[in-house]
């Protein structure tokens, strides 16, 4: 099994405003030190970039989408927290607006899988309604991977090789921008 993460965000400004400028200039190299992370396995991006800031799932121009996959829970807890990446903790209040509400979720799925968008979404709203749950949890109150849970069937069919980048080819909002 493996840990996916959905993280979602609303940004202070639009792309392009200096207010997030920072945020946008570094996401490059913050992405590249996840795919050299020990136990990263796949990360979200759109059609036509490197990252996923396009995409547009919730229909809010500024709510940003970052989903990845990872072999465990402790792999994925050093990149967020142990790592550099920590450096863009320490900065989220600069460029993210208090949601106010849940915007991490955690779940396994079978290893040789990909998460869709559409799941990742059903699985925050699932944590925000009834929370922590094995279907949906946190890295507060996390759950272990069933190991005879039957494989979840996907309408999505995974274009990527392990350690790689994923482009999400599911429909999107008409508020997805280029």
């Given at each position: 099994?493996?840990?996916?993460?959905?993280?979602?965000?609303?940004?202070?400004?639009?792309q392009g405003?200096?207010?997030?400028?920072?945020?946008?200039?570094?996401?490059?190299?913050?992405?590249?030190?996840?795919?050299?992370?020990?136990?990263?396995?796949?990360?979200?991006?759109?059609?036509?970039?490197?990252?996923?800031?396009?995409?547009?799932?919730?229909?809010?121009p500024d709510?940003?989408?970052?989903?990845?996959?990872?072999?465990?829970?402790?792999?994925?807890?050093?990149?967020?927290?142990?790592?550099?990446?920590?450096?863009?903790?320490?900065?989220?209040?600069?460029?993210?607006?208090?949601?106010?509400?849940?915007?991490?979720?955690?779940?396994?799925?079978?290893?040789?899988?990909?998460?869709?968008?559409?799941?990742?979404?059903?699985?925050?709203?699932?944590?925000?309604?009834?929370?922590?749950?094995?279907?949906?949890?946190?890295?507060?109150?996390?759950?272990?991977?069933?190991?005879?849970?039957?494989?979840?069937?996907?309408?999505?069919?995974?274009?990527?090789?392990?350690?790689?980048?994923?482009?999400?080819?599911?429909?999107?909002?008409?508020?997805?921008?280029?």
């Open positions: 099994m493996h840990l996916a993460q959905l993280n979602i965000g609303r940004m202070v400004a639009p405003d200096p207010r997030v400028a920072a945020f946008y200039a570094g996401l490059d190299s913050i992405n590249a030190l996840a795919e050299r992370s020990p136990g990263f396995v796949w990360r979200l991006v759109d059609k036509d970039s490197n990252d996923a800031t396009s995409l547009r799932p919730y229909d809010d709510l940003l989408v970052n989903m990845s996959l990872w072999e465990s829970r402790e792999t994925l807890f050093d990149y967020v927290y142990r790592s550099g990446h920590m450096d863009y903790i320490r900065r989220r209040r600069e460029w993210f607006v208090s949601l106010g509400e849940v915007f991490t979720v955690l779940w396994w799925v079978p290893a040789g899988q990909l998460p869709t968008i559409e799941d990742a979404m059903t699985r925050l709203a699932h944590l925000r309604d009834h929370g922590p749950t094995p279907y949906a949890f946190t890295f507060r109150r996390a759950f272990d991977p069933d190991p005879h849970a039957a494989p979840e069937t996907r309408a999505h069919a995974a274009t990527s090789t392990p350690n790689g980048p994923h482009t999400e080819s599911a429909p999107h909002t008409a508020s997805e921008t280029a």
